[in-house]
């Protein structure tokens, strides 16, 4: 029986977040940083692209970046799935808070996450650490034995074994019928809506709609009918 299969989904944790470069401009990095950012970007930067230019999506490396936004989900029952967001301009106390909730979580709970293992464990873990965070035993793999590692990831599954192509969440939701609220912004946009419109609360509510999809897109994946949003609670 595989992971998916033997996971009740009321022992699942969804989970997003949601990051921006530390810093508001490339020009506010210590000098140091912005020689290691030159050396760090240099795979990823289009020949004419300039360290500066691409400083804007410096939110996707941990060394680089911060957490402004962690949205969580889970099922009490097949008829209700409660979301909360952990959200503000304290990284640290971001981290904290969503760390004490996992401490509060039995041990065994599955975190699910869409590119969850390339991307948001990682970067939770890394930026706990630089953060002084003691890492919260459910995202700690280190020492685990494979089957005692609990991490689910809806972009692993779809892969089965395939590992050359990425599938975006916003491209699975829509093969699979989950239907999902127009949105103004993007992943690519959270920086200028943190530094320049400076909306925390829309960061939040993208960053929730995407953890609502996540769960609605597994329980697809285990051929389940999809929660209807009359069910879906918000707390704070």
Known sequence: MSMLEATNLTEILFLDIETVPQQSRFE????????LWEKKSSYARKHEETPEEFY?????????GKIVCISV???????????KSFHGHDESEILNNFAAMLHSLPKEITLCAHNGKEFDFPYLCRRMLINGIKIPYQLNVTKKRPWEVNLLDT????????????TSLELLAAIFDIPTPKE???G???????????????????????????????QKFKGMETISDEYIVFVS
């Open 28 to 35: 506010d990095l210590p000098d140091k940083l912005k020689l």
């Open 184 to 186: 103004d912004i993007d």
């Open 188 to 218: 690519s946009q959270v920086a200028h809506v943190y530094y320049v419109e400076q909306n925390l609360e829309k960061i939040a509510t993208y960053c929730q709609k995407d953890v609502i999809t996540i769960a609605k897109l597994l």
């Open 155 to 166: 972009l692993e599954l779809w892969k089965f074994g395939d590992y050359k192509n990425y």
């Open 56 to 64: 804007e999506r410096a939110g996707i490396w941990a060394e680089f």
């Open 73 to 83: 989900g889970k099922f009490r029952d097949d008829n209700e799935l409660r979301i």
